[in-house]
T-cell receptor, first 112, second 112 residues
């Protein structure tokens, strides 16, 4: 059984489009995250939700909007995509805010 | 300013060699985690160290947490091609908001 799943695995789109990435975890964790990993492999946190509430919102353009319909899901919607948004986006979850994080397989976003 | 500095950034070695990867900071951490990320996948936790001076072993991997809990090292003995991947350290600060902060990682390539 997949612990943290993301869809889609690959996303290729044109500049200016709006797209969403979905994330689901079946671990019963309270905290979920979105990370962006750039071409240099730096893993940078974007958002963190605890029990459906936003607790971390790093300096991310407001074109990025996370939505948590319930504890098991944290989706990421991106408006007006730009070339610089191309990266691998990882969803993760943890039982506690400082505990082990379980990562999804990543979504490779390419903006043309 | 990067909270956690990892060195080296990239390491290419032959099978059978030993290596050490370092994770340094000027901040004190209540715990430090090491993750390995293989190509096309998300990071996976290897170990968590909590006590200053703690040493943990995972087969050929030895992890050490500095006495002052500001740094950590990962030593691999007799590296194998299967050890290839991105090694990330992540720390939970002793003060302030307790969430993980990742270093930029060390990319290890072990050739047969």
């Amino acid at each position: 059984d997949t612990a943290v799943s993301q869809t889609p695995k690959y996303l290729v789109t044109q500049m200016g489009n709006d797209k969403s990435i979905k994330c689901e975890q079946n671990l019963g964790h309270d905290t979920m995250y979105w990370y962006k990993q750039d071409s240099k492999k730096f893993l940078k946190i974007m958002f963190s939700y605890n029990n459906k509430e936003l607790i971390i919102n790093e300096t991310v353009p407001n074109r990025f909007s996370p939505k948590s319909p319930d504890k098991a899901h944290l989706n990421l919607h991106i408006n007006s995509l730009e070339l610089g948004d191309s990266a691998v986006y990882f969803c993760a979850s943890s039982l506690t805010r400082s505990g082990e994080q379980f990562f999804g397989p990543g979504t490779r976003l390419t903006v043309l | 300013t990067q909270l956690l500095e990892q060195s080296p950034q990239f390491l290419s070695i032959q099978e059978g060699e030993n290596l050490t990867v370092y994770c340094n900071s000027s901040s004190v951490f209540s715990s430090l985690q090491w993750y390995r990320q293989e190509p096309g996948e998300g990071p996976v936790l290897l170990v968590t160290v909590v006590t200053g001076g703690e040493v943990k072993k995972l087969k050929r991997l030895t992890f050490q947490f500095g006495d002052a809990r500001k740094d950590s090292s990962l030593h691999i003995t007799a590296a194998q091609p299967g050890d290839t991947g991105l090694y990330l350290c992540a720390g939970v600060k002793s003060s302030g908001y307790s969430t993980l902060t990742f270093g930029k990682g060390t990319m290890l390539l072990v050739s047969p």
